[in-house]
């Protein structure tokens, strides 16, 4: 029985565990958090922080486990990157998993290939703001180069907000570092690509619709396939592509989020290196029948991943819509009880819902990906009938709170 090791053991690992464990995988799970909820799942569970590069590693050498993965965090690849380097297992590379999930470096090496970006400049806190936001020009979006889940993630006006937001953007990066780039206004979309033997193959491009307000990062509806014309997919697809051979990614699956204006011109807004979360691995196994666990598994244990693996089984239009409080259905405040979830799985349409909510916990308004509490994945005849059918089933949850606690 081969072993992995997953690093991560939140909800945005558990269908993966599960699967590798169904799939005769047996599964060690890494995580600080004693009560992550994965664990449970994992056959067995270290609770140790995952960024603790030694203890990762003996671990790894005391499993004598055959593959290293990480999903849905990017936090977790550069480690999974360095653990299989140190214990001489299929990998990425140590400089691939930098360069993707550092936003400075992935900025560079994107500028030096030619590919279309945002303007962009990195704030360490050292320059005077105001002129960096002069140069790039408003609105503009502030990130850390080196998080994720749209923690310290805003949309910049102004050089006081500027300003006032910064501290937190740099607090919220290991290396105190921060992007600053210009905000372009269009259609956002997802795309999954496999990268094998340095050819990437772009799988799907779906809609990541936001939400208006603080939380304007949070991608809250996914749709499959696309909206947009063909002529703009085309050139998006193409930019995806030549965006994942710059960053050097030689076996492995890669995220691309790209921007499409009006006018039809493409941009990218970032590369992960990894499965996502917001359940893309979802959008891709029921849109497609292309199952993403098995091919990073595959790909993990050094294994080549087959034409077959690769390949749509099926076409099937379908709508995610995530389950937040303002500006979405879910009430605020700590929550009292949860009824109703058998009822939206039965509904019309409907092939999949979750949720992620306690009673005990708080409901925030939305802002970060955290603050997405479930999801359902519903089917029509295209993606728009799904959305309107997943929104219906959303009015069957009874979610109970008192406010103001």
Do not use: C
């Not at 979006?141 to 937001?165: N, W």
């Not at 619709?209 to 997919?233: A, D, N, T």
């Amino acid at each position: 029985m081969p072993t992995v090791l997953v690093l991560g053991a939140s909800v945005s690992q558990l269908a993966a565990i599960e699967q590798a464990k169904a799939a005769g995988w047996r599964v060690i799970a890494v995580d600080g958090d004693p009560n992550a909820v994965a664990l449970a799942a994992a056959d067995i569970a270290e609770v140790v922080d995952f960024s603790e590069l030694e203890l990762v590693v003996e671990i790894g050498r005391r499993h004598q486990i055959d593959a290293v993965v990480a999903i849905s965090t990017d936090r977790a690849v550069p480690v999974a990157a360095a653990v299989a380097e140190r214990l001489n297992l299929p990998t990425i590379g140590t400089e691939t998993a930098r360069v993707m999930t550092d936003k400075a470096a992935m900025r560079s090496r994107l500028q030096a290939f030619g590919i279309s970006q945002p303007r962009f400049t990195v704030l360490n806190g050292q320059v005077e703001p105001a002129w960096e936001l002069e140069s790039i020009g408003v609105p503009a979006v502030l990130k850390p180069v080196d998080s994720g889940g749209q923690r310290g993630v805003y949309r910049i006006s102004h050089h006081t907000e500027l300003a006032h937001h910064l501290p937190e953007a740099l607090a919220n990066s290991r290396s105190k570092q921060a992007i600053l780039e210009r905000y372009i206004e269009g259609h956002e979309l997802n795309g999954i690509v496999v990268v094998r033997r340095g050819e990437p193959a772009l799988l799907t491009l779906s809609d990541r619709l936001r939400p208006p307000g603080i939380g304007f990062g949070v991608g809250w509806i996914h749709l499959y396939p696309s909206q947009l014309p063909k002529s703009q997919l085309d050139a998006a697809a193409d930019l995806a592509i030549r965006a994942v051979r710059a960053l050097g990614l030689q076996d492995g699956i890669a995220f691309p989020q790209l921007l499409v204006t009006e006018a039809g011109e493409a941009f990218v807004v970032e590369v992960a290196a990894r499965i996502p979360a917001g359940q893309m691995a979802d959008l891709v196994r029921l849109g497609t029948g292309i199952d993403l666990v098995e091919i990073a598994l595959t790909q993990a244990r050094g294994a080549a991943v087959t034409d077959a693996m690769i390949e749509p089984r099926f076409q099937r239009p379908l709508a995610i819509r995530f389950l937040t409080a303002s500006p979405g259905i879910l009430p605020t405040g700590k929550v009292t009880s949860v009824e109703g979830l058998d009822r939206v799985r039965d509904s019309t349409g409907v092939l999949e819902a979750g949720l992620y909510i306690q009673p005990g916990e708080t409901i925030r308004p939305v802002q970060v990906d955290a603050d997405r509490r479930g999801y359902i994945i519903a089917t029509a005849d295209n993606p728009l009938a799904a959305l309107e059918l997943a929104q219906q089933a959303a009015l069957k949850l009874r979610i109970r709170v008192r406010s103001g606690a």
